[in-house]
């Protein structure tokens, strides 16, 4: 081998060599291995939680989930004493964004289509109870009763207003105050006989899939427009991009739908699953996912993250 072919060779070996040092240093560095989220002690938010941990696992990171109120999660945010929350729920609370904006960076809405507000079994809605506005006209077949979810929530205190104002025909109706299972369960009995029953209804909630129901509309004043509806952002603590952009690469693809999150929710809601398997269940069930939310996103050290993660969760095709 002549001396001018030699050059070449080792040339090209320096330069692949160099090619590969770089590849394997494109994740993230060392310190960002441990990725910090916070949970409200909401089952939607622990799904994406889970979801997002389940993904960080199989690219060999850590993660840990801290319960924490929406106020001491702001305030942790602003810290840095955690990195990630999943559970932005706007316009909710417009008031934590403005009083914390500055202090954290907003990555993208994660869930479009939530909703929150009354709702009725779908024979009823049919029937023409599409509003708030008819309930007062259908108050005997409803007993006038309107089930609300556990004892001092927000939300029931809405319903006691309209109540107490008489609003929408409503005096001398009664707020059944119970928790979410056990109104979800009256929910469930008034189906199987047919009866007309209106209670706090949301998504995402396993509740759609089991109950064929219908929101109603005209409660804009209360519980919001769009049936109560809010979209959920991913926020981070203030520079975490630029600190760790291969996990910001993964927060930047995270989209979620109402279906899907209903669906992890029903594994631990109705299955009495824990939110970690649950979410690893259902990522094996749909691999179809890990392409969308895995390009550009690369393992802690630099390798195909696709891959890693499809070897973690022993699945194929995604």
């Known amino acids: 081998m002549n001396n001018k072919i030699k050059r070449y060779l080792g040339g090209t070996f320096l330069a692949a060599s160099m090619l590969v040092a770089a590849t394997a240093q494109a ?13 409200p002690g909401w089952t939607d938010i622990s799904v994406t939680n889970a979801l997002a941990s389940t993904l960080l696992d199989g690219l060999g990171y850590r993660t840990s989930v801290d319960l924490l109120a929406v106020p001491i999660g702001f305030e942790s945010l602003k810290k ?8 932005n729920w ?3 609370q417009q008031a934590f964004i403005d009083k914390y904006g500055s202090d954290v960076d907003k990555v993208r809405a994660n869930l479009e289509g939530a909703k929150f507000t009354l709702a009725v079994p779908r024979y009823a ?7 708030f506005a008819d309930l ?7 007993s006038r009763r309107i ?3 556990d004892p001092g929530a927000p939300a029931n205190g809405l319903i006691q207003k309209m109540i107490d104002t008489g609003e929408f025909g409503l005096d001398g109706w009664r707020l059944v105050e119970s928790g979410e299972q056990a109104m979800l369960s009256q929910v469930r009995r008034a189906v199987r006989k047919q009866d007309y029953i209106v209670y706090l209804g949301w998504a995402p909630h396993p509740m759609n ?3 064929d129901m219908a929101y109603l509309s005209g409660g804009d004043d209360y519980f919001g427009p769009d049936y109560g509806g809010a979209t959920i952002y991913t926020l981070t603590r203030k520079g975490y991009r630029q600190d760790c952009p291969n996990v910001a690469a993964l927060l ?9 999150e209903s669906e992890v929710m029903s594994g631990i809601l109705d299955d009495g699953k824990d939110a970690p398997d649950a979410a690893r269940d259902w990522l094996v069930a749909n691999p179809e996912v890990l392409g969308t939310w895995l390009e550009g996103v690369s393992t802690l050290d630099g390798q195909s993250g696709l891959e890693a993660v499809q070897r973690h969760l022993g699945v194929t095709g995604g």
């Open 209 to 211: 899939l089991h109950v």
């Open 136 to 142: 007062g006209r259908h108050a005997d077949q409803f």
């Open 125 to 131: 809605y049919d029937a023409g109870v599409r509003s």
């Open 90 to 92: 706007m316009p909710a």
């Open 80 to 87: 840095n004493e955690i990195d990630v929350f999943l559970g």
């Open 147 to 149: 089930y609300g979810i």
């Open 27 to 39: 994740g993230d560095p060392q310190q960002c291995q441990l990725v910090r989220f916070t949970d």
């Open 252 to 260: 930047d693809n995270l989209q979620f739908t109402v279906e899907m």
